[in-house]
């Protein structure tokens, strides 16, 4: 574990300090079904933009949905965070896929 400072963490501070995981790479997957709620979708991956390391968007028109893959670089807490927080917005789907190393 390694001690950084983070305002994304669900977890308290202790003396200023939050302690994390290391590092994982994961793909966060989304699907949009409300396209209204793009705004959204967008803040919050330019909030946790220090972990991303790529993103592709696929519209799908036949089926109305758009589909995201976020790749990022981050502490298991921070995807946690970043999936559950995109997974809460109405229309939208996340789910994510975490390596083992």
Sequence with gaps: MRAITCAFSPFPQILGVIFMSETRIAI????VE???KSGEINALL?????????????P???????VICVVVDAPLEIINTLTGKIGMIDGVSAKTLTSKK
């Design 34 to 36: 409300n396209r209204e």
């Design 46 to 58: 330019a909030r946790f933009g220090d972990y991303v390391i790529g993103r592709m968007g696929i």
């Design 60 to 66: 799908y028109k036949p089926k109305g949905v758009s």
């Design 28 to 31: 966060v997957n989304v699907i």
